[in-house]
């Protein structure tokens, strides 16, 4: 199967110990390493794909931990450079009652947010079939002149773009600013994956019904999927749109749930891209990518929640 470069950053969230508590109020925290992009790569290489992982961590012992953590999950780290000056980035993740998350980062600013046009390991990029980065990566320079050469480069190699905006609010100046830069390069992706929060955001309209999500539908897109939580799914081609119903799991926490659900769908595209014209393998690959999603949120934290594809045939299986 093709190679799926996933560029942006690689950082730790450091998670209380018990849930439901303020940062303030938390007994502990454990490292939980995260950065949307990196999950993705992992969650792409656990389901057996190839991946490799670009961008910038801090030439520390946690940034050297982070490295690692791709290599032993067989995810490929020629992209990945360290700056000797600055630190790897860290979150403070607070897990609500009800199981969602609120964040606080230290990024002042950290490795990730550093990486250069002239860094970029540009033969990676061009041999990669899928080229897949989310926001945080354009919020300041030089790392957004980076992304922006990075996308351009694999546009003119001929891979496949995706793009999972991962909306973090605090790390943008203001809300218009972040609504702006998100959609600046919305043009240029094949794949947009957004959730229903992140649609109600852009769209300036609480309701995730079709008529709001067309509104980010635009002719250079090969698939829109808006994820709905325990809801599962919807998609949009040129030709046809529905919805995908998720699985029933226990959730314990949703933490890498959509980067789980895009690992799922970009290794299955990568392997057999007629799924972007077929409706009926692409609501297969979304039943899948679903499962995939599912299982990621009944244990804490992203990475080692990840499923393996049997994990997620069974529980497809199972329902
Ligand atoms: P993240 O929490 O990683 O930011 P997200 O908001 O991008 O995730 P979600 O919509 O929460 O994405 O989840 C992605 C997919 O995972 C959903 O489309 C669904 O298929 C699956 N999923 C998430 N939560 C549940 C759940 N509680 N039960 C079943 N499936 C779920």
């Not at 700056?83 to 979150?91: E, K, Q, S, V």
């Not at 995908?244 to 959509?258: I, L």
Request: aromatic share 8%.
């Amino acid at each position: 199967a093709g190679l799926i470069v996933s560029f942006g950053e690689m950082l730790i969230d450091f998670v209380p110990t018990v849930s439901g508590v303020s940062l303030a109020e938390a007994p502990g925290f454990l490292k939980a390493p995260g950065g949307a992009p990196a999950n993705v790569a992992i969650a792409v290489a656990r389901l057996g794909g190839r991946c490799a992982f670009l961008g910038k961590l801090g030439d520390d012992e946690f940034g050297r931990m982070l490295a690692a953590i791709l290599k032993d999950n067989g995810v490929d780290d020629a992209g990945v450079s360290f700056d000797a000056g600055a630190r790897t980035a860290l979150a403070f993740v607070t897990l609500r009652a009800d199981g969602e998350r609120e964040f606080m980062f230290y990024r002042n600013p950290s490795a990730d947010m550093l990486l250069t046009e002239a860094e970029l390991n540009l033969d990676l990029i061009r041999r990669a079939a899928i080229f897949h980065y989310g926001s945080i990566s354009l919020i300041t320079e030089p790392c957004r002149s980076a992304h922006l050469k990075a996308m351009e480069a694999a546009k003119e190699a001929g891979a496949l773009l995706s793009y999972d905006p991962n909306l973090r609010l605090p790390l943008w100046p203001s809300a218009a600013e972040a609504r702006e830069q998100i959609l600046s390069i919305w043009d240029q992706a094949d794949i947009i994956k957004v959730s229903d929060v992140e649609l109600e955001f852009l769209t300036g309209t609480e309701s995730v019904e079709d008529e709001v999500a067309m509104r980010l539908w635009r002719p250079s897109l090969k698939l829109l999927l808006v994820t709905l939580g325990e809801k599962g799914c919807k998609y949009y081609t040129k030709d046809f749109h529905g919805s995908v119903k998720s699985y029933a799991v226990k959730q314990v926490d949703t933490t890498g749930a959509g980067d789980a659900f895009v690992g799922a769908l970009l290794g299955k595209i990568v392997e057999d891209q007629s799924a972007l014209q077929d409706e009926k393998k692409l609501r297969e690959l979304l039943r899948f990518a679903n499962a995939c999603g599912a299982i990621t949120t009944t244990k804490k934290g992203a990475i080692p929640s990840l499923p393996t594809a049997a994990e997620a045939m069974q529980l497809m299986g199972s329902a």
